[in-house]
């Protein structure tokens, strides 16, 4: 079984495989731990980034989370969402 067969929605956005040059989704199981670059499917975006296939494989259909298109920095930190502690994180146990 290939990665394609479990998650055909992948395919799209795969750019090559930097571990197994020339090895596409199509030769490559599920689980495969090769590191492959990605480009976003919005159309004008052309956002990449890598991932071990089977990471993606894997996951179901959904977004790249929104940290990693932020460089690393989290909602909170870019000024997006407010402290979670502000808005009553005490109650689940979040504390400044």
């Known amino acids: 079984m290939a990665a394609v067969d479990v998650a055909p929605h992948r ?3 795969f750019v090559a495989n930097l571990t197994n040059p020339g090895k ?3 030769r ?3 689980g495969c731990n090769d590191v492959c ?4 499917r919005k159309p004008d975006c052309g956002y990449e980034w890598k991932a071990i296939l089977s990471s993606r494989a ?3 259909p ?3 989370p ?3 298109r932020m460089g690393g920095r989290s909602k909170q930190q870019t000024g997006l969402l ?3 502690t502000a808005l009553g994180g005490e109650l689940f146990g979040l504390r400044r």
């Open 37 to 40: 670059p990605w480009r976003c």
């Open 11 to 13: 395919e799209e956005g």
């Open 82 to 84: 407010p402290d979670a």
């Open 58 to 60: 894997l996951a179901g």
């Open 28 to 30: 490559m199981p599920p």
């Open 66 to 68: 929104v940290r990693s």
């Open 62 to 64: 959904r977004l790249q």
């Open 24 to 26: 596409t989704p199509d």
